[in-house]
């Protein structure tokens, strides 16, 4: 077994949609990144890419990279998901915390550990995702940005 974490943090933008876990979430600002700034599973392929030994994101998918420009983070995730499988390993599970004062994301939970659990090729039971708030201190508490930490459990030698 290996225990890999992972943490991502993006300001809200005054336009778009939000993007986190894999899915739009209505009436709530998109986060600001280079991709779609879905920093749920951004945290959650630090996580996987950490337990394997290979890297973090910024390795794999470098910032202003045109090639990952807006890209879909699911995308993302399912290239790290092909990389960790090549290398002998198979995803346990996985456990994620989001840390924001919006918007309120108890509704979404469930949609999100089903879209994160697809692209991860496990059930959604092996997927747990929680929400909390940074109790209005800092750039978190004041809603300016949204905050999610991971981890990820690997098994090895899988076939």
């Known amino acids: 077994m290996r225990v890999g974490t992972g943490y991502d943090v993006h300001p809200f933008r005054e336009d778009g949609t939000l ?3 894999g899915i739009d979430v209505a009436d709530a600002p998109r986060l600001d990144g280079h991709s ?20 973090d994101i910024g390795q794999h998918f470098p910032a202003g990279d045109p ?3 807006d890209i879909d983070s699911r995308e993302l995730l399912v290239r790290v998901v092909r990389l960790i499988v090549a290398r002998g390993y198979g995803i346990h599970n996985v456990d994620a915390t989001v840390i924001a004062e919006r918007p309120r ?3 979404h939970i469930g949609a999100m550990r089903d ?8 059930p959604a039971s092996s ?10 201190i800092g750039s978190l508490g004041s ?14 030698d899988v076939p």
């Open 115 to 122: 879209a994160i659990a697809r692209c991860l090729g496990i």
């Open 127 to 136: 997927v747990n995702v929680k929400a909390t708030t940074h109790e209005r």
């Open 67 to 69: 090639a990952t420009k």
């Open 19 to 21: 993007r986190l876990g």
């Open 36 to 55: 779609d700034g879905d920093a749920l599973i951004h945290a959650i392929i630090d996580a996987l890419l950490g337990a394997a030994g290979e890297g």
């Open 105 to 107: 994301l108890g509704p």
């Open 143 to 156: 809603g300016q940005a949204l905050a999610a930490i991971a981890v990820a459990l690997l098994d090895e």
